[in-house]
């Protein structure tokens, strides 16, 4: 028998007198190997069929064989142990025909006729071999689990507590927190005449635990200020800042809502195409002011079109010889003659005379 002080999903059962009794492990032995561990139930069914087959012959002769026992207990409404697993065959021949493995359920069985019955899973059990193992419930298996998760967590923390300091104002440091102490300028100490000066030994000790303190002391007291390291980390993570988001402001896409669920009005890709298009609009008006100034430098009676040049007319051949011709007649010339030289009173002029074609 296993120890009743312990857990029941934390001990192995085995007892190789009653497996002798039973002749091995096998299907019509293993709800008679289970009724002697101490996972039985004697308030089940198969506890009063157990009790009734130690004083009985015809009911131990039921209890040896599995259908028979497991067809009675279907008849009957109550808690229950049904065998709902059996061996599965293997491969490798040398470890045997089968697993060897017997899954038990401890079930609670409720009558519903005309429809089947109603079971609730209690427990789980199994047996492999000749040991008998209870399964672990979901809380055990989920609790486990936190708890390997917990213990590894701590022994993170426990390595990650030397390692680098991280502060998310300044960021990854790797000074101890003892040499980012304030420092403070330190009155001078001054006494009265006739009053009783400070102890050497006492500040020798105090100066001994904590140079760095005295050291500060004596930086403050000649007033310069003592250099932090953390003051360039944190000039170049606002740098940094002033980079990423030096174009971003707050009216381009003001906030919403109400405190503790503020929500951007505009997503940062409509506020970039929103900054495209206005880019794209300034770059257009200063080409058409660009190409309005260089029209206007040029003067307006210089003309770059070329001069076409005029095509006479044709003169058609259906026209008639006689026929006059469109435009001015063509004047004759006139003989000169000299003004000093008195013209005859009976000579037509030469605007009187006229042609003999038009005669």
Known sequence: ??????ALDEIQYSNPAVLAYWQGVHANSVHGYFSESPFFDHTTKNGVLWGQALNDPNTLALYSDRQRLEQTLRQRPGIEYMIVGDPQSVQDQTFGPDTGVYVIRKQDRVKRPPRDDELTTLGTYYVAGPNI???????????????SAMTSLSKFMDQA?????????????????????????????????GSVGPDQSASQGAGSVEPSARSS???????QAAFDPRDTLLLEHSFRLAL??????????????????????HTKDHIRNKQAQAEAAAAKAREREA??????????????????????PIVSGSKRKGSKADGKKRRKSRVAMSPTSPS????????????????
């Open 291 to 312: 190409a309005e100034k260089a029209k206007a430098a040029v003067p307006a009676a210089f003309s770059t079109k070329p001069k076409e040049e005029s095509v006479p």
């Open 161 to 193: 507590a030397p390692l680098p300091i991280f502060n998310p104002a300044v960021g990854y440091t790797w000074f101890p927190p003892a040499a980012a102490k304030s420092t403070k300028t330190a009155a001078p100490s001054s006494s009265r005449e």
């Open 1 to 6: 028998m296993g120890d009743q002080s312990a």
């Open 133 to 147: 193992y209870q399964a672990p419930s979901v809380y055990d298996v989920v609790g486990n689990h936190l708890l």
């Open 344 to 359: 005859a009173t009976g000579t037509p002029s030469a605007s009187a005379m006229a042609s003999p074609e038009a005669m």
């Open 244 to 265: 990423a988001h030096g174009d971003e402001y707050m009216d381009e896409n003001p906030l919403r809502g109400e405190p503790g669920s503020f929500v951007f009005t």
């Open 217 to 223: 002391s004596a930086v403050g007291s000649s007033g």
